[in-house]
């Protein structure tokens, strides 16, 4: 039943971060758009800079869940990968525990109400005469939060069943960092 839950937490991470990712395209276009009518044109558009941060901010937030479904938050790894998978587990339960929860759970909380003040004031840019909307961006917070908190719930899940069992549950892999592209194409080179 705990993998199961896991397993359909990690494919909700993924498929969210699957869909912003689309974002960084967009960000991309739009950004190469507008040094072009800038620089080439002389006509620099109104909404640029508010359609940066809105695509940025909406990766940012989105995507949290899925970087933590695939281990890929920041850790003091020097010590961690050392340790067999029992204290990895203990220490990471911990850790979830102490400082994850308490801060997600706080973003949820303090998110919502600052995301509906938003959208209760259909709140749009001041940075520029565009007036884009900036509320979708507000709501993303306590969404964000939300599915973070859920992933956090499949971490510790992960957590109990690696102290039951004494090795993790795999994660689900759909990209691969190149650095390890790399090694395990010297592995294999060194194997034959």
Request: net charge positive.
């Amino acid at each position: 039943m705990l993998n199961r839950f896991i397993y359909t937490v990690d494919q909700l991470s993924k498929s969210v971060g699957h869909a912003f990712a689309w974002c960084i395209v967009i960000l991309t276009l739009g950004t190469c758009y507008e040094v072009f009518v800038r620089y080439v044109l002389n006509s620099p558009t109104s909404w640029a800079f508010d359609m940066s941060y809105l695509m940025y901010g909406a990766v940012f937030y989105m995507a949290g869940a899925y970087t933590l479904s695939r281990g890929g938050h920041v850790r003091a790894d020097m010590y961690y990968r050392k340790w067999k998978p029992r204290t990895q587990a203990r220490v990471e339960l911990v850790l979830l525990i102490i400082f994850f929860f308490p801060g997600v759970l706080a973003l949820v909380y303090s998110g919502w109400g600052y995301g509906i003040q938003s959208v209760r004031l259909l709140e749009v840019s001041v940075n520029s005469p565009a007036g884009v909307p900036i509320w979708p961006l507000k709501m993303m917070i306590p969404i964000g939060a939300t599915l973070l908190a859920l992933q956090g719930v499949a971490e510790l899940m992960r957590c109990v069943l690696c102290l039951k069992q004494g090795h993790w549950e795999p994660r689900l892999h759909d990209v691969q960092e190149m650095a390890d592209q790399i090694l395990e194409e010297q592995a294999k080179k060194l194997n034959n």
